[in-house]
């Protein structure tokens, strides 16, 4: 390869995708920096495989241009590109043991010898003692580590993965999580992860693009969507948010609101939607960050808290947490976890509480979006 040393990111310049009259993904600008582990997350048929399959080659852009480094390279083939693909169903030759697998790569390009590199490469996904055996005699999450180990092998800029771990069941798919996470600490390449599953997007990667319906609607670290998500769509689909219609009473530093007749406030620059007296504004907060006090004691909860009321609807106990829902003035459905420490055994269905939070916690979103958006697609994407 001839790129320059700030090579191996990937640049995506304005890239866009049409079928037809419909437009699969709609002209995108990313950059994803070297070395890191990026993740593309979005409900399935939002244009995550095509954008992928564009860095690739394997997909022609309608517009715009791939950059991998400084080189453009929307016009080479996928061969000459610097990049390997890793898919969800592996792909392994089935006549082929592992070693061969892994060193499928290096012989097409007509290396002599190979064993160092694939002993190598298969300590480094910890297949050592696999070498001999045929793909059907491996489980899943091995044959997987074989894909990578055999995608690797080829030292491309960057590695390609399409759900790779959507074959896996969940415990399996968790160790998986891991191991691709150590694997690309190891060998510090950039990846660009394409998967439907938060939680996934969320373990593995530092960056995170959510995509919805062919944009990227927010891109970030994770912590820092989680936190701060600018969109209903993000706000629901990477984890769960409760969202109650406000009205802007004051705005300031702090805005100060009323939902269901309760007074809010939280901070300015946790608003995504300018704050204007007299203005309509969602009030975004996690279920985890509410605590839960039994109306009889709704003196006990300290001044300066966010606070609404509520009656407990239904409950769930999930070991090292209780959800509940809650139906009050200020919205129904409304969600919290509370850890498991000590449980106050008042709050059972029907019973009257008070939900209240740091007002720190508190994000506000454009009350012109739908509060419900990216609620069903979690559900209905695997
Ligand atoms: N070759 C194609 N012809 C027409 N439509 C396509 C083609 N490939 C993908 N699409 C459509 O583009 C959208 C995005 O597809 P895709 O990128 O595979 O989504 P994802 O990987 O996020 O599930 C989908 O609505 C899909 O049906
Ligand atoms: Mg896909």
């Known amino acids: 390869m001839t790129d320059t040393p700030t090579g191996g990111d990937v640049r995506l310049a304005g890239i866009s995708k049409t079928y037809g009259s419909f437009t699969a993904v709609h002209p995108l600008d990313l950059t994803v920096p070297e070395g890191s582990f990026f993740a593309l997350l979005g409900a399935s048929g939002c244009g995550k495989t095509t954008t992928l399959r564009m860095i690739a080659g394997l997909e022609e852009p309608t517009t715009g241009a791939v950059l991998l480094g400084d080189r453009d390279v929307t016009d080479l083939p996928p061969h000459k590109r610097p990049v390997n693909t890793v898919f969800q169903s592996y792909a392994l030759f089935p006549h082929l043991d592992v070693h061969e697998n892994v060193a499928f790569g290096l012989r097409r390009r007509g290396v002599k010898s190979v064993k160092r590199q694939v002993d190598e490469m298969l300590d480094l996904v910890q297949l050592g003692d ?18 990578v180990a055999r995608a690797l092998i080829n030292h491309p800029r960057v590695l390609l993965l399409d759900e790779p771990l959507g074959a896996l069941d969940l415990k399996l798919r968790r160790q998986m999580q891991l191991e691709l996470k150590r694997i690309q600490t190891e060998v510090g390449i950039t990846f660009v992860h394409v998967t439907h599953d938060q939680e996934e997007a969320m373990t593995m990667a530092d960056t995170v693009a959510v995509m919805n319906a062919g944009r990227v609607e927010q891109l970030g670290p994770p912590a820092a969507l989680y ?54 504004l969602l009030v975004g907060v996690r279920p985890e960050k509410i605590a839960l006090t039994h109306a009889d004691d709704a003196a006990t909860v300290p001044a300066g808290r966010n606070r609404l009321t509520g009656r407990i609807a239904d409950t769930s106990f999930i070991g090292v947490s209780t959800q509940y829902t809650v139906d009050g003035p200020a919205g129904t459905g409304l969600q919290v976890y509370e850890q498991n420490i000590e449980r106050d055994p008042r709050l059972v269905p029907g019973a009257e509480v008070v939900l209240h939070w740091n007002p720190a916690h508190t994000f506000g979103l454009d009350a012109a979006q739908d509060a419900e958006a990216g609620v069903e697609t979690v559900e209905g994407a695997a």
């Open 227 to 280: 936190d701060n998500p600018r969109t209903t769509f993000v706000a629901n689909f990477l984890g769960t948010s409760n969202l109650v219609e406000g009205r802007v009473t004051s705005a300031g530093a702090e805005v100060a609101v009323t939902a269901g007749g309760a007074a809010l406030t939280l901070p300015a620059d946790r608003c995504a939607a300018p704050a204007r007296a007299g203005g309509a």
């Open 130 to 147: 696999k070498a001999r055996h045929r793909p059907h005699q491996l489980s899943g999450g091995q044959q997987q580590r074989v894909a």
